[in-house]
Structures are given as C-alpha cells and as structure tokens.
C-alpha cells in the first residue's frame, strides 16, 4: 500500500479514537446525568401528586428519610403543604405543592430539550464516525 494512503488512515484513525470518540463518551455522560435529572423530577412529581391524592398535606405523614450510606431515620411531617425546591446554585425556594408541580413541569420540559440536544449532537458525531470509517475502507481498496 502507498504510504500516503497509510499516513491517511492513520490520521484517521487517530482522529477517530482521540477526538470523536471522546467527544462522544463525553455527550453520552451528559445525557446520562440529564436522564437522571428527569428521573429524579419525576419521582418528586409523583410523590407530590400522590401525597395531594391523600390528602397528607393536611393530615401530615410519617416517613423515613436516607442520612447517607443507606442510613435511614424516622421523620413525622407534620404539615406537607409546602415543598423545599433547588432553584439552582444550591437555592431553595419554598413552593406551594401546586406551584412546585407547575415548576417541575417546566423543569422536565427544558431538560427533555437538552436531552433532545444531545441526542442530535450523539447521532452527528456516530454519522462522522461512521463516514470516516467508509472513507478508511475506500482507501483501503474496499468495496461494499
């Protein structure tokens, strides 16, 4: 094989491995970390609706809350009316239970837009990917 065409594929090659391909690991840790975020968004959602459903935000609950390390203790609310909500830059607000819904849904729906992003910028960079690897075999002298 001609050695510029070696020297091609081999630039290539290391485009591939050191700049797409971590390009890629990194769009999929941020995908995961949103997914995560709508997740727990959800999970908040659905204890919220479930606790209005019952009428515990009158009546109070008992519950157990996590400490860490699978550590959990016993904790008795005694109003659940109100909701501490992250803002952001470590900010709490203190929501009414249906404002905190209507904040949550606003929440979900900007982070399904990033998720939306990200998913568009995974398949651009697996496109590239995969246009460079034909254009490796085509060099290469192979045929489909």
Do not use: C, W
């Amino acid at each position: 094989m001609n050695p510029d065409i070696e020297q091609k594929i081999f630039k290539f090659e290391t485009f591939i491995n050191d700049i797409l391909k971590e390009d890629l690991a990194q769009l999929e840790q941020k995908l995961d970390v949103k997914n995560a975020d709508v997740a727990e968004f959800l999970q908040l959602k659905s204890m919220i609706t479930t606790i209005q459903n019952n009428n515990l935000d009158k009546n109070g609950f008992k519950t157990q809350v996590d400490i860490g390390q699978n550590f959990f203790i016993e904790a008795h609310i005694p109003d659940a009316s109100t909701i501490l909500l992250d803002i952001g830059l470590g900010h709490y607000m203190e929501f009414s239970l249906n404002d905190a819904l209507a904040v949550i849904n606003v929440r979900i729906k900007l982070l399904e837009q990033q998720i939306a992003h990200y998913r568009k910028e995974i398949a651009k960079i697996n496109a590239h990917i995969k246009l460079i690897l034909l254009g490796i075999r085509e060099l290469q002298g192979f045929k489909d």
